[in-house]
């Protein structure tokens, strides 16, 4: 299974990724952006927001703070993730409960466009390696 690295734990992504919980998480669309930054600033922060500091702790979330990833300029690729939590008594429930759709902006290398639209539809392992 493919890697995709975060270096923070972001606010966009789904609470079961932040509590490690068990989940999968598929690449479902891939985007050439000429300009990363004129997509609309909101989109931006929205994409680029983590947590200055965050404490986790079972079914506990707090963050303090907010922080955005600088992005680079020019041309930029945009990942559609979908993660899907494995909580079988949760999705019997509430099938949408556990079901998330988010993004991720990558800068666009010649190497990266064809890598990223060969995984379309394949199950990724998301991993966060701080800095």
Known sequence: MEKIKFSHLYFKMPRCIWLGEKSETYLIGVSIVPDIHKLPKEFLDWDTGYPDKTE???GKISSYGKSHYKLFDGRGILLTL??????????????EAGAYIWTT???????????????????????????
Request: no cysteine; proline share 9%; net charge negative.
């Open 56 to 58: 986790i702790e079972p």
């Open 105 to 131: 902006a990558r800068r666009w290398t010649p190497d990266k466009e064809p890598y990223y639209l060969n995984l379309i539809g394949e199950q990724v392992k998301i991993v966060i390696e701080k800095k």
């Open 82 to 95: 979908f993660t899907i939590q494995k909580e079988e008594d949760m999705l019997s429930l509430v099938p």
